[in-house]
Nanobody, 116 residues
Framework: VQLQASGGGLVQAGDSLRLSCAAS??????MGWFRQAPGKEREFVAR????????DYADSVKGRFTISRDEFKKTMYLQMNSLKPEDTAVYYC????????????WGRGTLVTVSS
């Protein structure tokens, strides 16, 4: 398994949750989080560049979610604060590797459910 996501669960609106994604890949260019809500298409959530730690966020999560990475553990995190029911989705982690365009590897996903 190249990517293993964890940390999902059931929380109430306004609560916080932290997702983790461990990579067993030799090199990384960037990692990202995506999510797919029931009946909707998968959407981008956040991305972190591996060497410099540069970050990018979807407008819907800016100011509430923080993406980070631990280079030595090859693990990415998503700290989610002030969760809303519309954040309910399966969250997927993905990895970019040098020499290939786009995300080459995807994790299985972890379910986040936010009740109102």
């Amino acid at each position: 398994v190249q990517l293993q996501a964890s940390g999902g669960g059931l929380v109430q609106a306004g609560d916080s949750l932290r997702l983790s994604c461990a990579a067993s890949l030799r090199t990384l260019r960037a990692m990202g989080w995506f999510r797919q809500a029931p009946g909707k298409e998968r959407e981008f959530v956040a991305r972190v560049g591996w060497s410099r730690g540069s970050t990018d966020y979807a407008d819907s999560v800016k100011g509430r979610f923080t993406i980070s990475r631990d280079e030595f553990k090859k693990t990415m995190y998503l700290q989610m604060n002030s969760l809303k029911p519309e954040d309910t989705a399966v969250y997927y982690c993905a990895a970019e590797i040098p020499g290939r365009a786009g995300y080459s590897y995807w994790g299985r996903g972890t379910l986040v459910t936010v009740s109102s």
